[in-house]
T-cell receptor
Framework: AQRVTQPEKLLSVFKGAPVELKCNYSYSGSPELFWYVQYSRQRLQLLLRHISRESIKGFTADLNKGETSFHLKKPFAQEEDSAMYYC????????????FGTGTRLLVSP | NAGVTQTPKFQVLKTGQSMTLQCAQDMNHEYMSWYRQDPGMGLRLIHYSVGAGITDQGEVPNGYNVSRSTTEDFPLRLLSAAPSQTSVYFCASAAGLSSYNEQFFGPGTRLTVL
């Protein structure tokens, strides 16, 4: 069965430190993966998707099919990066049905 | 452009009561969906719709009904509320039906069932 695992509930780092939020998935089809972010008192919003191979707000994520991972990375964390981050897998059904991980709260301290 | 709107923001129900959570979008999106968010469980798909008149079940559909009579609106009905339905409910929409498309989320409805 399809599953997304985010092993860390909370990740606490200091400003300027590197950040890696882990995401592993289980899916027999061709994976389409996303990172969504929810800042305090804001809506859940798309951060990036693997198909775009883009860097958003300094964050990048590489799909590793061998390790079934899609970890989110940023070399230098900023205080405004503090938020809840969700990894999501889109099932290859011809339209988007998302399976979410349980989320990781990132706290960046000054 | 209001995006995805949800009403109410908060609701308290007694066990057995029924109610409808409203969701509307003004982006002419084909795809709409409802999720529930519970502590430690992330978001789980309840029902979704790929267009007016077309709905289907997600991962956790029991106890919920939906309909899609217009492109804009996708209400979620709780037929007989139970404490297990205490949760935060999110509505989302996406343009087109590609599995790559970004989903746009509403602000959420926090429901408590006593």
């Amino acid at each position: 069965a399809q599953r997304v695992t985010q092993p860390e509930k909370l990740l606490s780092v200091f400003k300027g430190a590197p950040v890696e939020l882990k995401c592993n998935y289980s899916y027999s089809g061709s994976p389409e993966l996303f990172w969504y972010v929810q800042y305090s008192r804001q809506r859940l919003q798309l951060l990036l998707r693997h198909i775009s191979r883009e860097s958003i707000k300094g964050f990048t994520a590489d799909l590793n099919k061998g390790e079934t991972s899609f970890h989110l990375k940023k070399p230098f964390a900023q205080e405004e990066d503090s938020a809840m981050y969700y990894c999501a897998l889109s099932l290859n059904t011809g339209f988007q049905k998302l399976v979410f991980g349980t989320g990781t709260r990132l706290l960046v301290s000054p | 452009n209001a995006g995805v709107t949800q009403t109410p923001k908060f609701q308290v129900l007694k066990t057995g009561q029924s109610m409808t959570l409203q969701c509307a979008q003004d982006m002419n999106h084909e795809y709409m969906s409802w999720y529930r968010q519970d502590p430690g469980m992330g978001l789980r798909l309840i029902h979704y719709s790929v267009g007016a008149g077309i709905t289907d079940q997600g991962e956790v559909p029991n106890g919920y009904n939906v309909s899609r009579s217009t492109t804009e609106d996708f209400p979620l009905r709780l037929l007989s509320a139970a404490p297990s339905q205490t949760s935060v409910y999110f509505c989302a929409s996406a343009a087109g039906l590609s599995s790559y498309n970004e989903q746009f989320f509403g602000p959420g409805t926090r429901l408590t069932v006593l």
